[in-house]
């Protein structure tokens, strides 16, 4: 998915005459940024819950499903590279 997202702005960047270079993480940055996401989006839910926060609730389910999505995309790059 991350390459796919970088070929798009790449085409982007070449059609519009600029030059930004893209970040390419590796399994374990994704890994981190995943456990990162889970326990911020975990904290966001139940504070949501607590003081009755649809926001933060919403904030915080948010950031689990992004959790999810980086988990997935580390073990893709994991199996690609078995």
Do not use: W, Y
């Not at 989006?41 to 499903?65: D, E, P």
């Not at 988990?71 to 590279?81: G, I, L």
Request: hydrophobic share 40%; net charge positive.
């Amino acid at each position: 998915m991350i390459q796919e997202v970088n070929k798009a702005c790449k085409k982007l960047n070449d059609t519009l005459g600029i030059h930004v270079t893209l970040p390419n993480p590796n399994r374990t940055t994704l890994k981190a940024a995943a456990v990162c996401n889970l326990i911020a989006g975990a904290g966001l839910v139940t504070a949501g819950i607590i003081f009755s926060s649809k926001c933060c609730a919403a904030l915080g389910g948010i950031s689990v499903i992004s959790s999810v999505v980086l988990q997935r995309e580390h073990k893709t790059m994991t199996n690609k590279q078995r």
